[in-house]
C-alpha cells in the first residue's frame, strides 16, 4: 500500500504544479485545492499505515491499545483541510475581484499592479477603482 | 442566486436542516469521547445553512441565523481566548484544561472542562467563517 | 527613578487620549510632571555628592543576564536634570508655540516618550537596557523630525537622521556587546570598577572604534555631523531640546560613562581629540555665513559638541571644563533655540537678514534673547563665562599650539554666533516686520529661566561645585580632590585671550552681511541640492546620498529580477528550491534505508481502487476543457480521500474532507457561474516544459512519501498523547484532545486564520457590491 500511497502523492503534487503553472487564473484555484489534498496525504502516510485501528480509547481502557494510527497528524491535517478551505475561498474571491476589474483571466496580463487604467474596460461594467467603491458600498446594501 | 423553486428541495430542506443542525450539536458534545468535534460539527451546521440558502433563499438563511455569520467568528474566537485567559487567571499556563466534577443523581458525575468550552469556539468561528464566504457568495 | 521614568512613560501612552481631552492644558501637566521629576532629582543631590549612588533593579531576562538595573551617579544627575528641567521648560514652551496644531496629540507622545527614554538612557546601569534606550530616543527623534510629515523635506531628513543614528547603534550594539564580553559583566558600575586591561586586547580595541561610532553619529560629529543641521525640520521646541540640550548629547555621555574602562587605551586620546577639534571647527566654520537661524544655531552646537568630545580626549584634567561647558551649553543654547523659535513664531520669518528692531518692538522678546547671548557669548559674571574660562585656563597652560590654535578658532566661531543672535534685536528693522499675537507666558519663560539660572549659576558656586565634584568622580572613577572653582581669576592670560575672542568674533558678526554672500557662492547656507555645487561637492553628505542612491538601485535591480510579476516565475523558483532542500537534506541526513524493508501494509482492492479513483481525476482535472468536468473530478477525490482516510483509522479527517468537500464544490459551482471560461491559453512548448518540470516535482515528492515512511523515527510525541489522553485530558477521542487541549494553541492560531479568511473575502466581495450599484 505504502508504495500506492506513493505514486497517489506524487501525482497529486505533479499534477497541482502543473495547474499552478497555467496562465488560466481558474486553473490556479484547482491547483490550489490538489495542492493541499497532497500536502495532507503525504503528512498522513507519513504518520504510519494503519488500517482499522482510530486512535480511541475504549470504554473498559484507560488509553489506546497498539496498534493504533497515529493521531498527531489526523490533528494537524483536520486544521490543515478546514484552512485549505478558507484559503481556497479567499482565493477565489480574489480571482473573481481580479477578474472582474481587470476584465482578464490571463495571469501573463497581471504582471503590474498599478494598471488599472491602462486595460481596456470590462465589457459588462465599468472599472472602479477598489478605494472609490469601498466608500460606496454602505449605500449599496 | 435566487432560489430554485422546487418543492422537493424546499420539502426535504425543511426536515432535513433542523436535524443537520441537530446533529452537529450532537458531534460537538461527543467530540471528545467519538470522532466530531468543534470543526466537523461546525462544517454540518454550516451545511445546514447552506441548504436553506438552496431550498428558500438567502435572506430566510441568514434571518434563521439571527447574528450576522462574522459575528459569530468574534464570540468563536473570543470564546477560545476566554479559556485560555481562564486558565492564566488561576495560575496555570495559557490555555491549561481546567475541569470540575459536577456530582449528579447517585454515583454519576459529570465531567465539564475548558476544552469542551474551547472546542464550542472552535465550532462557533467555523461556523462563523463558512457562512460569511458562502453568504458573500450567494449574495454576488 | 523607575518611578519618574514610568510617570513620563505613563503620560506618554496617555497623551493621546489626555491632549485631545486637555488641549493646551495639556502642556501644564506635562511641564508639571517633568517639574516634579526634576524636584526629585534635585533633592537626590546632597546624597550622590556624598558619594552615594541610588540603585534600583527589576530581573528583566533573567535567563540573560539581563537586568532592568537604573543607578543615580554625579553623571546620570547631571543629564537628569538637564533632560527633566529643560523637559519643563520645552513642554510649557509647546503651550505657545504649537497652539491650536491639529497633532498636537501625536507631538506629545513623541517627545514625551522622547523624554522618558533619554531619562532611561542616562540611568540604566545594564547595557543592554542603555541600548534599548539609546535606540529607543533615535525612534522619537525621527517622529519628531518628521512631525510636519507634509513636507516632503521634513520626511527626507527625519530618515536621514534616523538611518545615520541607527546604522551607528548597530555598530554601539556590537561594540558594547564585545566590551561585556570581554570584562565579563553587562553592569556598568561593574565595567567600571574593573578599568581596562593592560596592555588592551585586539577586542577591546574593536569594541571602542564601534563604541566610538556609536557615539560619533548620534553626536554629530564630523563627518557624520550633516544630519543635524538638516533636523532643523524639526518644530523649533523640539531643536531645543533634542537637538541641542539633550538627545545630541547621549553619545558624549557614553563616552564620559566609559572614560574609566576605556580612559587608558593608547587610542582614546588621539581619536577624540582629532575627532573632537575636526568637528568643533567644521562646525563653527560652516556656522557663520547661515543665514538661517536655526541652522545657525545647529552648525554652532555641532562646534560645541566637538569641543566636548575634545575636552574628554584630554583625559582627567578635562573633565572639570568638559562637565562646566556641558551643563551651560545645554542651558544657552536650549535657551538660544527657544528664543530663535519665538521670534520665529511672532515674525513668522527665520532669516538672520529678514529680521530687526525687535529691541524697541518687542522688548520683552528681545530682553530673553539678550540674556542668553550673554551667556552664549561667555561674558562675566555667567556661567558661560565660568565654562568658558576653566577651558581656556587648562589650553593656555597645558594644551601644544597644534591643539590650541584650532581650540580658539572654533570658540570665535561659537562666539560669533552668539552676536549674530543680536541682529534680529539691533539691526535695522527691515520694512512690512509685522509682529503676531503670541502666547508671550509660555514663550519667554524658557529663555527666560535657562539665561537666569546661567546667569546666577555663576554667582552660586557652591552647589555647582559640589555637582561637578560628583561628575568628575563618576567620569574618573575615583573620588577628585576638591574642585576649584572661582569666577574671578584675575587678569590672567586666560582672560586675555577670552577678550580677544569676544572682540574678534564682534568684528566678524558686524561684517557678517559680507560672509553670507560667500557662503551663497559656495552653497554651504542651503541644504544640500540634488546636484551639489560649490563646497557642497565635497559635503560628506554626499556619501549618504549616493549610498542611498546605491540601496535604491539595487532594490530596483532586484525587484525586477525576483518580482517580475509571473506567477509562474515565483513558483518555479519555490519548487525547484524545495527540490533542492528535499535533495540535500535526505542525502546529508546520514539516513539508510534499513536493510529488511519494515513491513508494508498489505494491498487491499478497495483502497487500490480508491487510490486508483484519485490518480484518474487528479488527471482529469488536469485534462479538462470544461469548468464543470474538473469540479466533479474534485467531487469524485474527495470523496474518495475520505473514505481512504475512514479506513485507515482516521474516522475525523474522513468527516472533515467529506463536509468539507462538498462546500467545495458548493462553492465552486457558485462561484464557477461568475468566473471566465476553462481556457487553455499556453503555447505548446510551455505545457511540455511544464509538464517536465510537474513530473519531476511528482517523482521527487512520491520518492520522499516513501523514504518518509521507511525513515520513521522509533520514538514519537503520539505515543504519550494516547497514553495521556484519558489520564490527563479527561478525553477518549486523542485527535479531539489534541486539537482543544494538548495543542489548544495551535488551534487557537488556526480558527483565527479561518476568521481572517473570512474578513478577507467578505472585504473583497464587498468591494464589488459597491461598484455595481
Not at chain 3, 533655540?337 to 520683552?364: K, N, Q, S, Y
Request: aromatic content about 8%; some cysteine.
Amino acid at each position: 500500500m505504502e508504495f500506492l500511497f506513493a505514486i497517489m502523492i506524487g501525482t497529486l503534487y505533479g499534477c497541482s504544479l502543473y495547474l499552478l503553472l497555467r496562465r488560466s487564473i481558474v486553473k490556479l484555484a484547482i491547483g490550489l485545492i490538489l495542492l493541499g489534498n497532497g500536502a495532507n496525504l503525504l503528512i498522513f502516510s507519513a504518520g504510519g499505515l494503519v488500517r482499522g485501528r482510530p486512535p480511541l480509547v475504549p470504554e473498559d481502557a484507560t488509553s489506546v491499545p497498539a496498534p493504533y494510527a497515529d493521531p498527531l497528524p489526523q490533528a494537524l491535517i483536520l486544521t490543515a483541510i478546514v484552512i485549505s478551505f478558507g484559503v481556497l475561498v479567499f482565493a477565489v474571491a480574489l480571482i473573481y475581484r481580479t477578474y472582474r476589474a481587470l476584465a482578464t483571466d490571463d495571469l501573463d496580463d497581471l504582471t503590474a499592479t498599478d494598471r488599472l487604467g491602462e486595460v481596456p474596460e470590462a465589457a459588462h461594467q465599468p472599472v472602479v477603482p477598489v478605494g472609490v467603491s469601498a466608500s460606496n458600498s454602505q449605500d449599496g446594501r | 442566486m435566487t432560489a430554485l423553486p422546487s418543492l422537493i428541495l424546499r420539502t426535504a430542506v425543511r426536515w432535513i436542516s433542523p436535524l443537520l443542525l441537530l446533529f452537529s450539536l450532537f458531534l460537538l458534545l461527543r467530540g471528545h469521547y467519538e470522532p466530531g468535534g468543534g470543526f466537523s460539527g461546525g462544517l454540518i451546521a454550516a451545511t445546514g445553512f447552506a441548504l436553506l440558502t438552496f431550498g428558500y433563499s438567502l435572506n430566510t438563511a441568514r434571518r434563521l441565523l439571527r447574528v450576522p455569520p462574522i459575528t459569530l467568528v468574534a464570540v468563536g474566537i473570543g470564546l477560545s481566548l476566554a479559556t485560555g485567559i481562564l486558565a492564566l487567571i488561576t495560575g496555570k499556563p495559557f490555555l491549561t484544561g481546567l475541569w470540575v466534577k459536577v456530582p449528579l443523581a447517585g454515583t454519576v458525575t459529570l465531567e465539564l472542562g475548558t476544552p469542551l468550552l474551547f472546542d464550542v469556539g472552535v465550532y462557533l468561528t467555523v461556523i462563523g467563517a463558512t457562512l460569511t464566504m458562502l453568504f458573500e457568495f450567494a449574495e454576488e | 527613578m523607575g518611578v519618574s521614568l514610568a510617570l513620563l512613560g505613563l503620560l506618554a501612552f496617555a497623551a493621546p487620549w489626555l491632549a485631545a481631552r486637555l488641549q493646551q492644558r495639556f502642556g501644564y501637566l506635562a511641564a508639571l510632571v517633568s517639574g516634579g521629576t526634576f524636584v526629585w532629582f534635585a533633592l537626590q543631590l546632597p546624597h550622590v555628592v556624598g558619594g552615594a549612588e541610588r540603585l534600583e533593579e527589576l530581573p528583566w531576562l533573567p535567563t540573560l543576564g539581563t537586568t532592568l538595573s537604573l543607578r543615580l551617579d554625579g553623571l546620570s544627575l547631571t543629564f537628569a536634570l538637564l533632560i527633566t528641567g529643560i523637559g519643563a521648560l520645552v513642554a510649557l514652551y509647546v503651550v505657545g508655540y504649537l497652539e491650536n496644531h491639529p497633532r498636537l496629540p501625536r507631538f506629545w507622545t513623541s517627545l514625551l516618550l522622547f523624554e522618558t527614554t533619554m531619562l532611561g538612557l542616562v540611568l540604566a546601569d545594564d547595557i543592554v537596557l542603555l541600548f534599548v534606550f539609546w535606540e529607543l530616543t533615535s525612534v522619537s527623534s525621527f517622529f519628531l523630525i518628521g512631525f510636519a510629515d507634509e513636507r516632503p523635506r521634513a520626511r527626507a531628513n527625519a530618515q536621514q537622521a534616523l538611518i545615520v543614528t541607527v546604522a551607528g547603534g548597530l555598530a554601539l550594539l556590537v561594540g558594547l556587546l564585545l566590551l561585556a564580553q570581554q570584562q565579563g559583566s553587562f553592569r556598568l558600575r561593574e565595567l567600571v570598577t574593573m578599568g581596562s586591561l593592560q596592555p588592551p586586547e585586539t577586542l577591546i580595541t574593536v569594541a571602542f572604534l564601534l563604541i566610538l561610532l556609536g557615539a560619533a553619529t548620534k553626536s554629530a560629529q564630523f563627518p557624520f555631523h550633516f544630519w543635524l543641521p538638516n533636523a532643523m525640520e524639526a518644530p523649533t521646541p523640539v531643536s531645543a531640546y533634542l537637538h541641542s540640550a539633550t538627545m545630541v548629547k547621549a553619545g558624549i555621555y557614553l563616552l564620559a560613562r566609559l572614560h574609566p574602562v576605556l580612559g587608558s587605551h593608547p587610542w582614546w586620546q588621539p581619536s577624540l581629540l582629532t575627532l573632537g577639534l575636526l568637528t568643533a571647527l567644521t562646525g563653527a566654520a560652516l556656522a557663520i555665513p547661515q543665514r538661517d537661524l536655526k541652522r545657525l544655531l545647529a552648525y554652532s552646537t555641532v562646534s560645541a559638541l566637538g569641543t566636548l568630545v575634545f575636552l574628554l580626549g584630554l583625559g582627567d584634567a578635562g573633565v572639570k571644563p568638559f562637565a562646566l561647558f556641558l551643563i551651560a551649553h545645554a542651558l544657552y543654547k536650549g535657551g538660544a533655540f527657544l528664543a530663535a523659535g519665538a521670534i520665529e513664531h511672532v515674525t513668522e520669518r527665520r532669516t538672520l537678514d529678514a529680521l530687526g528692531g525687535l529691541w524697541r518692538t518687542a522688548p520683552v522678546l528681545a530682553g530673553a534673547t539678550g540674556l542668553v547671548v550673554l551667556v552664549a557669548a561667555g561674558l562675566p559674571p555667567t556661567l558661560g563665562f565660568v565654562s568658558k574660562e576653566a577651558i581656556l585656563e587648562l589650553g593656555v597652560e597645558t594644551l601644544s599650539p597644534l591643539l590650541l590654535l584650532p581650540l580658539l578658532l572654533a570658540f570665535v566661531g561659537q562666539t560669533t554666533v552668539a552676536w549674530l543672535l543680536l541682529r534680529p534685536l539691533l539691526a535695522r528693522p527691515p520694512e512690512s516686520l509685522h509682529l503676531h499675537h503670541a502666547h508671550w507666558f509660555s514663550l519667554l519663560t524658557g529663555p527666560m529661566l535657562l539665561g537666569l539660572i546661567a546667569l546666577g549659576g555663576g554667582f552660586a558656586l557652591d552647589p555647582l561645585r559640589s555637582l561637578i565634584a560628583a561628575v568628575i568622580a563618576s567620569v574618573q572613577g575615583a573620588t577628585p580632590p576638591p574642585v576649584k572653582l572661582t569666577l574671578w581669576h584675575g587678569f590672567t592670560v586666560a582672560l586675555g585671550t577670552s577678550g580677544f575672542i569676544l572682540l574678534s568674533a564682534g568684528l566678524i558678526a558686524a561684517v557678517w552681511p559680507r560672509i553670507a554672500p560667500v557662503g551663497d557662492r559656495l552653497a554651504i547656507t542651503e541644504p544640500l541640492a540634488e546636484r551639489p555645487r560649490g563646497l557642497g561637492r565635497l559635503a560628506p553628505e554626499r556619501g549618504y546620498q549616493s549610498l542611498m542612491s546605491m540601496v535604491l538601485r539595487f532594490a530596483d535591480v532586484q525587484t525586477r529580477l525576483l518580482q517580475n510579476g509571473y506567477l509562474r516565475v515565483y513558483v518555479t523558483v519555490i519548487v525547484a528550491t524545495a527540490i533542492l532542500l528535499i535533495i540535500v537534506s535526505v542525502l546529508r541526513s546520514g539516513l539508510t534505508i534499513p536493510a529488511p524493508l519494515p513491513p508494508l501494509t498489505i494491498v487491499d482492492l478497495l483502497d487500490a481502487v480508491l487510490v486508483l479513483i484519485i490518480i484518474v481525476s487528479s488527471f482529469v482535472t488536469v485534462r479538462a476543457t470544461e469548468r464543470l468536468v474538473a469540479v466533479a473530478a474534485l467531487g469524485a477525490l474527495g470523496f474518495s480521500l475520505a473514505l481512504l482516510y475512514a479506513r485507515y483509522g482516521a474516522p475525523d479527517l474522513a468527516l472533515t474532507q467529506v463536509l468539507v468537500d462538498t462546500l467545495t464544490v458548493v462553492l465552486l459551482v457558485f462561484a464557477f457561474y461568475r468566473l471566465p471560461r476553462y481556457a487553455q491559453l499556453s503555447s505548446t512548448p510551455a505545457r511540455i516544459r511544464d509538464a517536465v518540470l510537474a513530473t519531476a516535482f511528482g517523482v521527487v515528492m512520491g520518492v520522499f512519501a516513501l523514504l518518509v515512511h521507511f525513515f520513521r523515527y522509533p520514538e514519537r510525541i503520539s505515543s504519550y498523547f494516547a497514553e495521556q489522553v484519558y489520564e490527563a485530558a479527561h478525553g477518549r477521542n486523542v485527535v479531539n484532545v489534541i486539537l482543544v487541549d494538548f495543542r489548544a494553541l495551535d488551534t487557537l492560531g488556526e480558527i483565527t486564520v479561518l476568521g481572517l479568511a473570512a474578513l478577507g473575502v467578505a472585504a473583497l466581495l464587498a468591494v464589488g457590491k459597491g461598484a455595481r450599484d
